[in-house]
């Protein structure tokens, strides 16, 4: 068994939770992490002990699902090929891995993994949050309305409206108007509640 040190290098949180709050916590400790469990140590203290079960895999990560004590559920996104050659070169490291919501809109803390003599140099840890997750959701937005990708459109601008209470909170972003003017003319794919939000 190899353990790691973990060092958080970027944190996105929209929105905060007993979870998010956790899975910072997990900064600077021990971590044995494989395809069908993850386990984090600090000192003699059991922080996480969690069986994976494997969710699903893109050209860039693997994903999987686990559960915290209180059984809410979790993401463990580990990094593959091209994304974590390139993580490897940037910090020197080992290997990485993201615990993140299940609800994409919440929050996901990234780690890179050292051997537990290395010190790694992450530098300032890169701290996204709401506006940041907005803003990339309203650009993925409209990409998917330029490649005529309906489905990701939809699922972005839902994700949209899990962030704001009105479309009105959108008109400090970059071309968030057009994405307004869109789900005007398409309400029928909004819910009843989703419909209110819209502007």
Do not use: W
Not at 74 to 86: E, G, H, K, Q
């Amino acid at each position: 068994m190899i353990m790691y040190k973990t060092s958080i290098f970027q944190k996105n949180i929209a929105r905060h939770s007993t979870e998010s709050e956790k899975a910072i916590g997990f900064d600077n400790c021990n971590v044995d992490i494989s395809t069908k469990h993850l386990r984090i140590t600090n000192g003699g203290t059991e922080l996480l002990n969690s069986d994976l079960k494997f969710l699903e895999e893109d050209f860039s990560t693997i994903s999987y699902l686990g559960k915290y004590k209180n059984r809410i559920e979790f993401r463990v996104i580990r990094p593959t090929d091209l994304s974590l050659a390139n993580l490897k070169n940037r910090f020197d490291c080992e290997a990485a891995f993201s615990i993140a919501s299940v609800d994409p809109s919440s929050y996901a803390v990234h780690f890179i993994l050292s051997n537990s003599n290395q010190s790694p140099n992450i530098g300032n840890v890169v701290d996204k949050g709401k506006k940041e997750q907005v803003q990339r959701l309203i650009d993925g937005s409209i990409r998917a309305l330029q490649v005529n990708l309906q489905s990701n459109f939809i699922d972005f601008s839902k994700r949209i409206l899990s962030l704001i209470s009105d479309t009105r909170e959108l008109m400090e972003y970059n071309n968030a108007d057009q994405i307004v003017e869109v789900m005007k003319a398409n309400r029928h794919i909004f819910s009843e509640t989703e419909n209110k939000q819209i502007k």
